[in-house]
């Protein structure tokens, strides 16, 4: 299957550091990933949505201006935590869908192996 | 609005056990749904991913059910080894064909050497 991967896997920073991740589909063109993030003992969440070329969009109760996404290309995605505080510590999964439908009639997504963020 | 439940939440067996672990959910309409494994501290492992048109998934000690029609799937996995510790989680994707993935909670899984 198509690989995504993530760039930190893992990262302490600072509070009120700002933090980028990135997310980038190795073999195929994402036209749209998506970011999610994962608290201590709880599920997985949507946070967003990352198109490639325009304004990402964000679930309710999700801070855009505190979670930056820019998916500058059809394989790059990026999430900046700014002014990052203790309570940003999580973990965040990034998916990618694949550009063309497969056999079953939708397109696939492809999750990368995450990144784990701690403020301190 | 779908929700996936796991059972159990935490699980310790003996080395080379076999054992199931459950996963529920509310919206029978889906699209697929996967099985993850998450170690400690570190990223998702795709396990299994069964269609919504199929019944079963299987890879090496692992075998993944679904029964869509009352929201359940099973994950099986044969002569448990302590290497098989590790976090589990189950993620339903809607029948839309959509990408607002829901996941379980999971269950965290021990084998005792």
């Known amino acids: 299957g198509a690989v995504v991967s993530q760039h930190p896997s893992w990262v302490i920073c600072k509070s009120g550091t700002s933090v980028k991740i990135e997310c980038r589909s190795l073999?195929?063109?994402?036209?749209?990933m998506f970011w999610y993030r994962q608290f201590p003992k709880q599920s997985l969440m949507l946070m967003a949505t990352s198109n490639e070329g325009s304004k990402a969009t964000y679930e309710q109760g999700v801070e855009k201006d505190k979670f930056l996404i820019n998916h500058a290309s059809l394989t790059l995605s990026t999430l900046t935590v700014t002014s990052a505080h203790p309570e940003d510590s999580s973990f965040y999964i990034c998916s990618a869908r694949v550009g063309a439908k497969g056999l079953a009639g939708s397109y696939e997504q492809y999750f990368g192996p995450g990144t784990r963020l701690t403020v301190t | 609005k779908q929700e996936v439940t796991q059972i159990p939440a935490a699980l310790s067996v003996p080395e080379g056990e076999n054992l199931v672990l459950n996963c529920s959910f509310t919206d029978s309409a889906i699209y697929n749904l996967q099985w993850f494994r998450q170690d400690p501290g570190k990223g998702l492992t795709s396990l299994l991913l069964?269609?919504?048109?199929?019944r079963e998934q299987t890879s090496g000690r692992l075998n993944a059910s679904l029964d869509k029609s009352s929201g359940r799937s099973t994950l099986y996995i044969a002569a448990s080894q302590p290497g098989d510790s590790a976090t589990y989680l189950c993620?339903?994707?809607?029948?839309?064909?959509?990408?607002?993935?829901?996941f379980g909670a999971g269950t965290r899984l021990f084998v005792k050497a």
């Open positions: 073999d195929f063109q994402a036209t749209t």
């Open positions: 069964i269609q919504s048109s199929q």
């Open positions: 993620a339903v994707r809607p029948g839309t064909g959509g990408f607002k993935t829901i």
